[in-house]
């Protein structure tokens, strides 16, 4: 199974100047945890991601006020797929990075979508046993949240 057949397509993105709590507002009122980051509303290069980790850490823990920009925060190393990889590679990037949810860029880098765990589970396009060990793979840094998995 391709990427393109089970991830979302339907996306919130934001510029790299919007503050962090209106980056905060959309994730709140979209019900997301990761906002792509994208160089303008027309190209869809992506730049980077905002998590609601990153505001919580970044802005809220390190004292900055809520109206710096989200370029000052934003993951700009991020893990991407393309919409005809296959979803195993996805799962295995995954593992790798430690993340639960993947943009999908186009071969111009454009964003196109974003793969999450969810989107694999909803879609019936993981294993349980895989599920399980991608899983225990993101939180092998977080002992204490791996624990409550087991």
């Known amino acids: 199974m391709q ?8 996306l919130v993105s934001c510029l790299p100047n919007c503050s ?3 980056a905060a507002e959309m994730m709140r009122r979209h019900n997301i945890g990761i906002l792509p980051v994208v ?13 609601d980790r990153d505001l919580c850490l970044a802005v809220i823990g390190a004292g900055h006020p809520p109206q710096v920009e989200v370029q000052e925060c934003m993951t700009t190393e991020v893990a991407t797929c ?12 995954m593992q790798e990075r430690q993340v ?3 943009p999908v860029v186009d071969s111009d880098g454009r964003l196109v979508g974003i793969v999450s ?7 019936g396009a993981i294993d349980p046993k895989d599920l399980y060990l991608t899983l225990r793979k993101i939180f092998a840094l977080r ?3 791996a624990a409550r998995i087991a």
């Open 117 to 123: 765990l969810a989107d694999l589970v909803r879609h």
């Open 82 to 93: 393309a919409p005809q990889d296959e979803v195993q590679a996805a799962v295995r990037l």
């Open 143 to 145: 002992p204490h949240v």
């Open 3 to 10: 990427i393109a057949e089970v991830m979302t397509q339907e």
């Open 39 to 51: 160089f303008n509303r027309f190209s869809r290069k992506l730049l980077g991601v905002v998590t």
């Open 20 to 22: 962090a709590q209106a």
């Open 100 to 102: 639960r949810r993947l």
